[in-house]
């Protein structure tokens, strides 16, 4: 499968984006989805996954109740609505697949493919 990220941007602290992770080559409900991101000098991260049913998400402490990952299977996309926005979240972000596991993985190495990143600044 082949993933490409899309919908980052410059904006103002307290404002809000949505990326959109369009996959192509197989379906995206065969697969777990994760979005990563990575600031500089910093290692990569992870945000949200939600799995490949659809029925489970898991999130990172520093963006619960801000983020909110979904999917639509009949587009083939997966998106992270990302509300409340904070400097700190100024990194490039990455969504990324891996074939229907049981849990949602968090570890960037659990992941096989990988879309190219999206540049997402929050200027305070």
């Known amino acids: 499968v082949q993933l490409q990220a899309s919908g980052g941007g410059l904006v103002q602290a307290g404002g809000c984006l949505r990326l959109?992770?369009?996959?192509?080559?197989?379906?995206?409900?065969?697969?777990?989805m994760g979005w990563f991101r990575q600031a500089p000098g910093k290692e990569r991260e992870f945000v949200a996954g939600?799995?490949?049913?659809?029925?489970?998400?898991r999130y990172a402490d520093s963006v619960k109740g801000r983020f909110t990952v979904s999917r639509e299977n009949n587009k083939n996309t997966v998106y992270l609505q990302m509300n409340s926005l904070k400097p700190e979240d100024t990194a490039v972000y990455s969504c990324?697949?891996?074939?229907?596991?049981?849990?949602?993985?968090?570890?960037?190495?659990?992941?096989?493919?990988w879309g190219q990143g999206t540049q997402v600044t929050v200027s305070s």
């Open positions: 990324a697949a891996v074939r229907r596991t049981v849990v949602i993985e968090t570890r960037p190495k659990d992941y096989d493919y």
């Open positions: 939600i799995s490949w049913s659809g029925d489970r998400t």
């Open positions: 959109s992770c369009a996959a192509y080559g197989r379906t995206v409900s065969d697969y777990t």
